[in-house]
C-alpha cells in the first residue's frame, strides 16, 4: 500500500525530473538560456500544468527546481554574476504573472480536491450502507426462499409422495422395491440406502435393492438378525436413528458405521424387513424426514405384499410364453385366497373380464404374436388408468382377460369399465403402422361384506358378459 510520505517523494523526483529533462535539453541551445528568448517558455509551462494537476505547493516547488536550473550558467561568454543578473531580468515580469497564476490554479486545485474527497467520504459511507443493506437483503431472501421451498416442499411431496406410492403397486416385486428406495433417496437425499428382505430358511437377511453402492458395499449382502442393527430393528419392529447409539451400548456394539436411519417394513401380519439408510447428507438429518420417510414405509406395506404374494404364486407355476400372464387356474387359486382373506379381514375387491369378440379374425389377419402385442399394450394402459393398482390374469378363453381390482366395489368397478371403453374406444391402435379397431366388452363382480364363492363371484362377471353379446 503506497503511504502518504512514498506519494510525496515521488511526486517531488518526478518534479526534480521534469526539470531536469528541461535544463539537458536547454544544453543544446546555450544562447537561449533557461528558453527566456522564447514566447513560451517549457519550465513555466511546465508549473503552470503542476500547479493545476498537483496543487499550488507542488507548484511553486516546481517552479523553484525550473529557477534553480535556468540560474545555472551554459553560456560561457557571461559571467557567473552577470549572467544570474541577465537572466533574472528577463524572467522577473514572467516570474510575478506565474506565482499568481499557480497561486488561483493551487485554489482551484484545492477546492476540487476537497470536493472530491467529501465525495469520497460521501460514496464510501453510501457504499458501506449499501453492503449492508444488500448483506440484510441476502440474508432475508434466504429466510424467504428457505420459507417457500418448505412451503413448496410440503406441497410438492405430497403429490410426489402420491405419485410414488402409486408406482409402487406392481406385480413385480423386484419393481416394487426399486420405487421405494427411489422414493426414500429422493425424499431423504440419501447417498446411500438399501433394502433387506428376511429369508425364513437361512434365518438371515439378504439385500434385496440398493442404491449409491460400491463395490466394497456389494461384499456386505448377507447379515446376521442378531449381531446387526438391521436385524435389531428387524427382531424388535423398531426405527433405528444413529443418535440412539448414545443411549444403549448393545447397539454401540453392533454399530458398523453404516446405519443413520434404519425402518422395519412391516406387512399386514409381520414385519417382512428393513430399509437402511447408510450415508446422507447431515442437513437432511432430522425428525422431519424421519417422519416422512416412517409414513412413506408404512404405505410402502401394500405395495410389496401385493408383489411378495403376486410372485410367491406364479413363481413355480406356468405362465403364458407370449404374454407372461398367470393362467386362469392360478386366477381362480388367487381369487379363493382372497375371498378367505376378505372374509378375515372385511376387505373389498372387484373382478373383472375383458374379452375381445373378434381375437380370431385379429389372430388370421396380423399373426397371435402381434395381437398379443396389442393387448399388452392395453392392458399398460389399463394399469396405468388405474393407478397401478390391478392385476391381470388369463381367463378361461385365449381371447379372455381377467383382472382384479382390490379395494373397490360394484360402483367403482362398474366406473372403472365405463372409463376403460371410453379409452380403449378412443386410442390410436395400430399393428405394423396399419389402425386395428379393437372390440371389447367387458363383465365385472364385487366381493363386499357378504360371503360369496368364487364361483358365484366369477359366474356374475361371465353373464354380464354373455348379456352384452345378445
Given at each position: ?36 528568448k522564447t514566447s513560451i517558455n517549457p519550465y513555466l509551462i511546465a508549473v503552470i500544468l503542476v500547479s493545476a494537476y498537483y496543487g499550488r505547493i507542488y507548484g511553486y516547488l516546481s ?204 406387512l399386514s401380519s409381520s414385519v417382512w424387513g428393513v430399509l437402511n439408510i447408510e450415508s446422507m447428507p447431515f442437513s437432511k438429518y432430522n425428525l422431519y424426514t424421519e417422519k416422512l ?178
Open positions: 500500500m503506497i503511504t502518504e510520505r512514498m506519494k510525496v517523494f515521488r511526486q517531488t523526483t518526478e518534479l526534480l525530473f521534469i526539470s531536469l529533462v528541461f535544463f539537458l535539453i536547454n544544453l543544446l541551445f546555450p544562447e537561449d538560456p533557461g528558453f527566456l517552479l523553484f527546481f525550473s529557477l534553480v536550473f535556468i540560474l545555472i550558467p551554459i553560456n560561457t561568454q557571461l559571467s557567473i554574476s552577470g549572467y544570474i543578473v541577465y537572466v533574472w531580468n528577463l524572467i522577473t515580469t514572467r516570474l510575478v504573472i506565474v506565482i499568481i497564476v499557480v497561486y488561483f490554479l493551487g485554489m482551484i486545485h484545492s477546492s476540487f480536491a476537497s470536493q472530491i474527497k467529501t465525495q469520497r467520504i460521501y460514496m464510501k459511507k453510501v457504499s458501506l450502507e449499501k453492503y449492508k443493506l444488500q448483506k440484510e437483503l441476502g440474508s432475508i431472501s434466504a429466510a424467504n426462499r428457505e420459507l417457500e421451498e418448505r412451503v413448496l416442499r410440503q406441497q410438492d411431496s405430497v403429490t410426489a409422495l402420491y405419485t410414488q406410492v402409486k408406482a409402487m403397486h406392481s406385480q413385480n416385486l423386484s419393481k416394487t422395491l426399486s420405487v421405494l428406495i427411489s422414493t426414500v433417496q429422493k425424499f431423504s437425499w440419501a447417498e446411500k440406502a438399501s433394502i433387506w428382505e428376511y429369508e425364513r430358511d437361512s434365518k438371515q437377511l439378504v439385500m434385496v435393492a440398493n442404491v449409491g453402492w460400491d463395490t466394497d458395499d456389494a461384499l456386505n449382502t448377507i447379515e446376521s438378525v442378531d449381531s446387526t442393527i438391521n436385524g435389531w430393528v428387524f427382531r424388535n419392529d423398531t426405527i433405528f436413528s444413529v443418535r440412539m447409539l448414545l443411549e444403549y451400548e448393545n447397539l454401540s456394539a453392533m454399530d458398523t458405521k453404516r446405519n443413520i436411519l434404519t425402518f422395519p417394513i412391516k420417510l416412517a409414513i412413506l414405509i408404512d404405505l410402502a406395506g401394500t405395495a410389496i405384499e401385493r408383489a411378495s404374494e403376486y410372485e410367491a404364486m406364479i413363481e413355480y407355476n406356468e405362465v403364458n410364453p407370449q404374454t407372461n400372464l398367470p393362467s386362469v387356474s392360478q386366477f381362480f387359486s388367487f381369487i379363493e385366497n382372497e375371498i378367505i382373506k376378505s372374509a378375515d379381514n372385511k376387505n373389498i375387491f372387484s373382478v373383472i373380464i375383458i374379452e375381445l369378440p373378434d381375437f380370431n379374425d385379429l389372430v388370421n389377419e396380423h399373426g397371435e404374436k402381434q395381437v398379443y402385442r396389442i393387448i399388452l399394450l392395453m392392458l399398460d394402459k389399463l394399469h396405468s388408468l388405474s393407478g397401478n393398482m390391478i392385476d391381470f390374469f388369463h381367463y378361461k378363453e385365449k381371447n379372455q382377460i381377467a383382472i382384479y381390482y382390490p379395494d373397490i366395489d360394484y360402483d367403482g368397478a362398474s366406473l372403472f369399465c365405463l372409463e376403460s371403453l371410453g379409452f380403449i374406444n378412443t386410442y390410436n391402435w395400430t399393428i405394423n403402422d396399419n389402425k386395428v379397431l379393437l372390440d371389447v366388452i367387458l363383465g365385472y363382480s364385487s366381493m363386499g361384506s357378504d360371503f360369496i364363492s368364487a364361483d358365484d363371484l366369477l359366474s356374475m362377471a361371465e353373464n354380464l358378459l354373455e348379456m352384452q353379446k345378445v
